[in-house]
């Protein structure tokens, strides 16, 4: 199989997935008031939270296939493995909205997103151990391992913190996507000297 057909194939999921969010994000019945457009504000805030994150995963997704130039049958169930758990974050999503403050909500969203993480990581390793151009700069390898690593521990953290301090878990479960979505041209820097240096 083509790398380009499991590309297509994976933007198609995640467009749906980033699509689905949004039926938990209900316009309360009756007369429009300020009260109501409160009690939206869970799900609305959840939405927001799961699409940026999805929107993440997806741009890490294109940034790691871009190293990779083989696809064989174990890239291709990894890949599905990882789309398995990107499909099942609305679950958990819908859990947060109804339940924003209940630990074991806060537990599943980030047990889902850990998963996510964990399959992303050996999606990483196999696609790049095989590549026919071949093998990354250790270095290189060795630095989205551990940038890719990193989201699993603020999850487990903020899982944690759920139990003790519900805002502040949601606060860390935020930070992860601004982090990635925010320029950091230092880090930028890192990666490209790794990519030089090996």
Known sequence: M???????????VFAIVITLLILDVHV????????SLRAMAPSALAF????????VYWVSHHMMLHQMDVVDRRLLWTNLLLLLFVVALPMPTAMLSLHAGNPLALACYGLNLIAVNGAG???WLHGTSIRRAGPLPPRLRRLVV???????????LAIGLGFVRPAASLFLFALV?????LPHPWLDRWMAAAGRDG
């Open 146 to 156: 551990r940038i890719h690593a990193a989201p699993a521990l603020a999850y487990a």
């Open 177 to 181: 996507p601004a982090f990635f979505i």
């Open 2 to 12: 083509s790398k380009q057909r499991l590309e297509a194939f994976s933007d198609g």
């Open 48 to 55: 927001v939270l799961s699409f940026a994150i999805t929107g």
């Open 28 to 35: 309360p019945a009756g007369a429009l008031t300020l009260p």
């Open 121 to 123: 990581l050996m999606l």
